[in-house]
């Protein structure tokens, strides 16, 4: 394939039209959609306006005359539409740590007297972080148990409380068949936990067709909610009346208004809302998911699919020459939306792109990640990043002090 051919694919992709509705700076490559998603260009005139209007205006009023106490149930169904949830199974809030937290507690009562809390040596470390956490607070007699990704389905036996995984490696795109785990877990007594944060607004997910029990993800991402933007927690409908939250907060009282002094929990999912939410990053992630309104998650996956192939067949071509090495599951319907390069300057070769205008990101050891967000991703951005990796590893221009340097974030 040529650069005239990949204009021609931009030409005829049913998605193109999105990319306007992003603020993308002159002259940049944007390949860390994966890490920090594109800014929606109405989003800035849409918090301005809560800002000002609501929050300056109305103030304490706008509680109930703007709908900040619902928002997060209403931008909670709006993401359950792109997770394949029915409405009232999500509710958007807090962190992705801390509603993990929040679905350990909940999975592991519903487990009942196992004490296997499963996941795999792959997963982000923060998962493991909390699993861990959770683990060593609670102090009755859970472990935390990791495998291989690959031996995850046969881990799964009779011992097993709770399988804790990402259905999407945040290194190598691996992907976990969530049908699949799910009903190996649910065969022998297991209650599944599961973390979207690479799944959601890159493909298509069936939280409800495969009987996934607790989920939780981040909106920052393929969702561009904006940084640090409110997770998101799903509990299956049958299973949410029988879950007492154990971090129970105001906001997610009967009657949180009533001031009485003992927890009454409400109902359904709203019971998982601990504390006041976050208005302004709320309101930034609703207006965000405006532009998924009308995207059809079928075609925001076929895309993703062909962007990932066409970068790794122009990186290979182009630059495995130079000990460059595409990483990951080779099968188009194991992976994700990003792809992971190995180079033993991964680091540095990053940061020579970035300065060249291609955004990507860095994980050690030697990983580059480069992901691919459809809504504003070009079939010529891919093009176009190859080449510029090319021509840096062609000079060897990522040899240099600065671009060695590390800084805080990578």
């Known amino acids: 394939m040529n650069r005239s051919e990949c204009e021609a694919l931009d030409r005829s992709d049913p998605l193109a039209g999105k990319r306007a509705a992003f603020v993308i700076p002159e002259g940049l490559i944007y390949l860390d959609g994966n890490s920090l998603g594109l800014l929606p260009a109405h989003v800035a005139e849409r918090v301005g306006e809560v800002i000002t209007r609501q929050w300056g205006g109305a103030l304490v009023r706008a509680w109930n005359d703007h709908g900040w106490f619902a928002l997060p149930r209403r931008v909670g169904d709006r993401i359950a539409a792109l997770v394949g949830a029915p409405a009232g199974s999500v509710v958007a809030g807090d962190t992705i740590s801390v509603n993990l937290f929040k679905a350990l507690a909940a999975a592991t009562a519903l487990a009942g007297e196992r004490r296997v809390i499963l996941s795999d040596d792959g997963n982000f470390p923060s998962d493991l972080y909390v699993a861990q956490g959770f683990r060593d607070l609670v102090d009755r007699g859970y472990t935390l148990e990791t495998v291989a990704p690959e031996e995850v389905l046969d881990a799964i036996d009779d011992r097993v409380a709770v399988t804790l995984l990402t259905e999407v490696d945040y290194r190598t795109a691996r992907r976990h068949d969530m049908a699949a785990v799910t009903a190996r877990a649910h065969a022998h007594g297991a209650v599944t936990i599961w973390d979207l944060a690479h799944s959601a607004g890159a493909m298509p997910v069936d939280l409800s067709g495969t009987r996934a029990d607790v989920a939780v993800g981040c909106t920052y991402k393929y969702l561009s909610g904006g940084p640090g933007s409110p997770a998101f927690l799903y509990v299956r409908p049958d299973l949410q009346e029988r879950v007492v939250p154990a971090l129970a907060g105001w906001w997610g009282h009967a009657l949180p208004f ?100 291609v955004v990507g990101d860095f994980r050690a050891p030697d990983l580059m990640r480069f992901g691919f967000s459809p809504l504003s991703t070009r079939f010529t951005d891919v093009w176009d990043a190859v080449e510029a990796m090319a ?6 221009a990522w040899d240099r002090p600065d671009f060695h340097a590390r800084r805080a974030v990578t």
């Open 391 to 396: 021509r840096i590893l062609d000079a060897v």
């Open 258 to 357: 009533a001031f009485t002094p003992d927890y009454v929990p409400a109902p359904g999912i709203l019971r998982h809302q601990c504390g006041t939410p976050p208005i302004l990053s709320m309101a930034a992630l609703d207006a965000a998911l405006d532009l998924w309104d009308d995207v059809d998650m079928h075609a925001v996956r076929r895309k993703s699919l062909a962007l990932c192939g066409l970068f790794i067949d122009l990186v290979e071509r182009r630059c495995a020459a130079h000990g460059v090495a595409v990483t990951g599951p080779r099968d188009p319907g194991k992976r994700g939306s990003h792809v992971a390069l190995r180079h033993p300057h991964g680091h540095a070769v990053v940061q020579a792109l970035i300065a060249a205008g």
